[in-house]
């Protein structure tokens, strides 16, 4: 009588428990996607009538490279390191806390930015050209395309999205409005016009997701989560189950052709080594890019494992402050720089997962504009590093730290906490910085308070990551222009925390800023790139690659390696059941 | 034994809400404190560091306003139940966040304490009774060696052995992901089994310090006069037990359980990170690094107000079951 009284109360509490936990599954229901259709031709895209656009990947060769295969069904499992906070908010337009790679599997740009060709390549637009001044910008609408509820797409919704980033400025993170006077649709075509000059405008566009205006004209776009998400990409939203998984269904009216499997699984984790575990464990196909480093070598030696390694848009090194005084002379820059082994980095700290940093700042996603000149400059040579110090004049003291007038190089070096692997990184660079002679004094600081650091010029050397958008000249103006920096105590205005200032560069930075000649830029980016090699900015460790893990073979296949292999909507729809 | 005066009462309950506003100011306070502008760390991390983007978003925050006027809008906005906005999960509610995890802590929290309250006193009681025993060796050798292993090892081996390499648990989730669970029942049984591991992980390595505490405990009232003379009279062991022994051993047992209920909504953060648990544990932590000083804000001001209020509980309880204590 007890025991039945007593499991009657611990029923009633788990029931109460279950209630309060919400687990009636997920928080959005199916969206409807339009009933079946024929797959779709190639995009119709066609080369940009600008000389300073890119090619756009055009034939169905690039689209469906796997075509061979012909099963259909199943389902894609993806993991994916994804708080349950970051799933009450939906909107595209949000710049943090959101589930980014879910939003870009559902919404698309007008044009992509390929991460591994760095090409833009049509998507909601099949071209778009310039006018003479480059100040008029014209896309041409991609006919094809239609919303998950079915609404065909058309200019009047990218015109629809210009005017929501204009309306809150929060919204529209690289400040576009700034050049822009007007965005207007007019057809099948989209026109925006600047108020000057502006090439970049495209590379630009490629982070501006489109929303279908028949649903947010009537909302408060700035506090509108956009519960049930409506997009063109090629899988559609379907549920959310608290903490565990969101479940998207393939579009079968994707204007790129249906995708081969029928569902995408996308299973949360609450940090990386359990995205990794689920990995090795066969629960998952692949993960948005999230692996515990020191997995990798256990993850490829698995059957079907892959690994794709591209370059991505920051980098990771450690600032300078040019403003110290011992810091300001090019030798001791120099110096350090060759001192840190930046292969063995790498592989012990990577695991081989990521790709350089160059000395010249711009990673190989942008293609042409990359200076190889600079970019293999920097070798270690711990000898050729001690001998440049000594040529300038620096002694070694008794402690084995190098002096000149009496000052010691001994320097504060602030790294993340809570990040094991910034911290063991921290700890060889550190020891190469030892062996040279420069004794360092380590410091830990959460990411904002290193933020705060780096920005009021409170630091001698940082160990942080940059991010920039995929635009060669915002990346070098951003970063080295002197405009870009302010007086140690003030607050930067931009990416500037070296606290660089070059006359050169700026005079360099300034030309291409007007420049529309394709060569002419080239040139003004390479010999950037050299001035920031020669000038020993910062001290490079590695690019913040994607380095993204999948199976190809076991449970589904059809990845192409012509894109990064998860996150491009080209590659997912290629992606079939094994068999 | 006396009945709890309304005077009493009154006294407790402006102790606690003096206490609660204190930790609520502290909880103002400390994530200020930190170092690092949130406005400036969003604008470095996805606007190129525009001083103009970081302006637009104090501005949104409202951190644009004096220290004051913050102070006095955060205590006026919890008044009114306004626990303000996440800052990194803008415009997401912070009370919307608290609720869509708290249950899960809740749930793994609650029932493993209760399990391991529960579990402690019946191997204390037995182990003290059997004192010398093998029983008693064996329960109090492994509770010593248990209280030594780091918890995130327990869980780490939990999910390692009887997850990954035996696969009979699952790794990790309050739910399998994708599956389809037809009716109520199905979803409670997959919840159910999905909280085996978690519980039994939390439940090991807090059950140790418990059973020791219940064994001392019952050895202690043991030893006083009114056991012996109890023993005297002849009255059977097991009423000893019951009616004299076990109701005074379990009273600093049930400070610890009061206390350890009051900090359940505290969450448990390994357990959340080893088994990829949703809660509240890991959106503090988040919250902390992230400098989103209302989900920090509101985060401890739910647990200030649930200790605090757990406390008030027991005090009102203490007198009831412990006639000893003064009411005045």
């Known amino acids: ?579 | 034994m006396k009945g709890i005066t309304v005077k009493y009462v009154c006294k407790r309950f402006i102790s606690a809400l003096f206490t609660l506003w204190v930790a609520l100011t502290f909880n103002f306070l400390l994530p200020r404190m930190m170092g690092g502008d949130p406005a400036e760390y969003l604008a470095s991390q996805s606007a190129l560091g525009s001083a103009e983007y970081a302006q637009q978003v104090r501005e949104q925050f409202g951190l644009d306003k004096s220290i004051f006027e913050q102070y006095a809008r955060y205590l006026g906005g919890l008044f009114q139940g306004d626990l303000g906005v996440s800052y990194t999960n803008f415009p997401i509610p912070v009370s919307d966040i608290i609720t869509q995890a708290i249950p899960w802590t809740l749930l793994v929290v609650i029932i493993s304490t209760l399990l391991s309250f529960l579990i402690a006193w019946i191997i204390g009681t037995l182990a003290a009774l059997k004192k010398g025993s093998w029983f008693d060796n064996l329960a109090v050798g492994t509770s010593f060696y248990i209280q030594s292993i780091p918890y995130f090892w327990v869980g780490m081996l939990l999910v390692m052995g009887l997850g990954y390499y035996l696969g009979w648990f699952p790794m990790g989730h309050a739910m399998t992901p994708g599956a389809e669970l037809g009716n109520f029942w199905a979803k409670a049984g997959n919840i159910a089994y999905h909280a085996c591991l978690p519980v039994l992980s939390l439940v090991i390595v807090s059950l140790a310090g418990r059973m020791i505490m219940m064994r001392s405990n019952i050895l202690q009232v043991f030893s006083e006069d009114y056991i012996v003379l109890a023993q005297a009279k002849g009255l059977r062991r097991s009423k000893i037990l019951t009616k004299y022994a076990l109701r005074n051993a379990l009273l600093p047992s049930f400070t610890g359980l009061m206390l350890s209920l009051g900090q359940a909504v505290g969450g448990a953060i390994a357990t959340e990170i080893i088994f990829s648990y949703p809660g509240i544990g890991l959106t503090i932590m988040n919250a902390i690094l992230s400098h989103d000083y209302p989900l920090v804000q509101g985060c401890f001001a739910i647990i200030a107000l649930s200790v605090v209020a757990i406390n008030f509980l027991a005090d009102l309880i203490y007198p009831l079951i412990d006639p000893r204590v003064s009411l005045d």
């Open chain 1, 1 to 579: 009588m007890k025991k039945r009284k007593l499991s009657a109360l611990l029923a009633l509490v788990l029931a109460l428990l279950l209630a309060l936990s919400g687990c009636s599954g997920g928080t959005g229901g199916s969206s409807s996607a339009s009933s079946k259709a024929d797959a779709p031709e190639s995009s119709k895209a066609e080369a940009p009538v600008s000389s300073k656009a890119e090619e756009p990947a055009s034939s169905a060769e690039e689209s469906e490279p796997e075509a061979q295969g012909t099963a259909t069904g199943g389902t894609l499992r993806m993991g994916a390191y994804v708080l349950d906070t970051q799933m009450s908010n939906k909107s595209p337009f949000a710049t943090s806390g959101t589930f980014t790679d879910m939003l870009d599997i559902l919404y698309e740009p007008l044009f992509t930015f390929n991460e591994k060709k760095g090409e833009l390549e049509p998507a909601l637009a099949t071209e778009y050209s310039w006018n003479d001044g480059f100040t008029e910008l014209t896309f041409t609408i991609n006919p094809d395309v239609k919303w998950h509820d079915g609404t065909a797409f058309s200019a009047e919704d990218v015109a629809c999205t210009m005017q929501i980033l204009k309306d809150v400025p929060t919204f529209d993170q690289y400040a576009l409005w700034d050049k822009l006077s007007d965005v207007k649709a007019d057809g099948d075509k989209v026109v925006f016009t600047c108020s000057q000059p502006f090439t970049a405008l495209p590379r630009y566009l490629t982070k501006v997701k489109i929303v279908p205006k028949h649903i947010w004209e009537n909302e408060d776009a700035e506090n509108f989560i956009n519960e049930t998400p409506v997009g063109t990409g090629p899988f559609a939203w379907d549920k959310y189950t608290v903490g565990t998984s969101v479940e998207l269904t393939a579009f079968k009216d994707y204007w790129n052709g249906a995708p081969k499997v029928d569902k995408m699984l996308i299973v949360l984790y609450n940090t990386s080594p359990n995205t990794t575990l689920g990995l090795l464990n066969g629960e998952i196909d692949c993960t948005t890019g999230t692996i515990a480093m020191s997995s990798i070598p256990e993850f490829t030696s698995k059957e079907f494992a892959q690994m794709d390694i591209y370059a991505g848009l920051g980098n990771f090194s450690v600032l300078i402050n040019h403003e110290n005084e011992l810091l300001s002379d090019v030798a001791v820059r120099k110096a350090m720089a060759m001192a840190i082994n930046q292969p063995e980095l790498i592989s012990r700290g990577e695991y081989n997962g990521v790709l350089p940093t160059s000395i010249g700042w711009l990673p190989d996603l942008f293609g042409d504009y990359v200076s190889e000149e600079a970019k293999n400059s920097l070798a270690f040579d711990l000898e050729a590093a001690q001998k440049v110090l000594e040529d300038a004049g620096y002694t070694k003291g008794d402690d084995g730290i190098y002096q000149k007038d009496g000052k010691r190089l001994s320097f504060t070096y602030h790294n993340a906490s809570g990040a094991p692997a910034q911290q063991m990184e921290a700890g060889m660079i550190q020891q190469w910085l030892l062996n040279l002679g420069v004794e360092i004094i380590p410091k830990l600081a959460t990411w904002p308070e290193l933020t705060s650091l780096a920005q009021t010029g409170k630091y001698d050397l940082l160990q942080m990551g940059i991010n920039f958008p995929p635009d060669p000249y915002a990346a070098l103006n951003s970063c080295f222009n002197s405009s870009m920096t302010a007086p140690a105590g003030e607050s930067t205005p931009g990416l500037n925390y070296f606290r660089y200032r070059s006359d050169e560069m700026d005079g360099l930075l300034e030309q291409a800023s007007a420049e529309t000649d394709e060569e002419k830029l080239k040139d003004l980016y390479y010999q950037m790139q050299d001035l920031l090699a020669k000038d020993y900015v910062f001290l490079p460790m590695y690019n913040s690659s994607g380095h993204i893990p999948y199976y190809d073979g076991a449970a589904v296949t059809g990845w192409t390696d012509y894109e990064a292999s998860v996150k491009s909507n080209r590659n997912l729809i290629n992606v079939r059941p094994v068999g």
